[in-house]
């Protein structure tokens, strides 16, 4: 991930991994036959995530519409902190996104994350609010990792006041 982000994907070789790692190309070839194949794998746990995220949301039993999405958005901004090396190297390189496994995916999960957020009565209005809200959950992508913790209370207050949706003082820690 490290070469990735710095040289960019297309001017990292599996040499060059190799060499960083320790393996002989022949070991890591023989385990990852194009980059591809390490861009699938990097990603994976962050798509994973998202879409066990979009799985599971459900409302619990007594569970109002608005903690449900807030629940939701809150998630995923998580998800989003877990996995921030993945999301920075796929913003800053969209040679990385060209495989189906990856961008399509990606995009096809942030579409359902959408839809999840937006409920089957949506307007052109809420529709806006949602687009938003993901965005400035995105936005911390180009962060530097020190300020990653800070930035969750402030990435949270944005999203949900973008939403429309109140924060609880245990949100925001």
Known sequence: MALFTSQGYDA??????A??????????YYHFPAKEHLVIELTRPWLDAISNL???????PGMDEGTRRRRLIEDYIDIV????AVLRFLTQDAAATKHPDVG???????LALQDALLGPDADDAERIRVGCAI????????????TLAAARPIIVSVALG????????????
């Open 12 to 17: 990292t070789s599996l040499r060059q991994i």
């Open 19 to 28: 060499d960083r790692l320790g393996f002989t190309k022949a070991a890591l």
């Open 54 to 60: 979009i799985a599971l949301n459900q409302s619990a």
């Open 81 to 84: 902190l877990a996995h921030h």
């Open 104 to 110: 399509r995916r990606a995009l096809t999960l942030v």
């Open 135 to 146: 965005g400035a959950v995105h936005s911390t992508a180009m962060m530097d990792e020190s």
């Open 162 to 173: 973008v939403l429309g949706l109140e924060q609880s003082a245990s949100s925001a820690s």
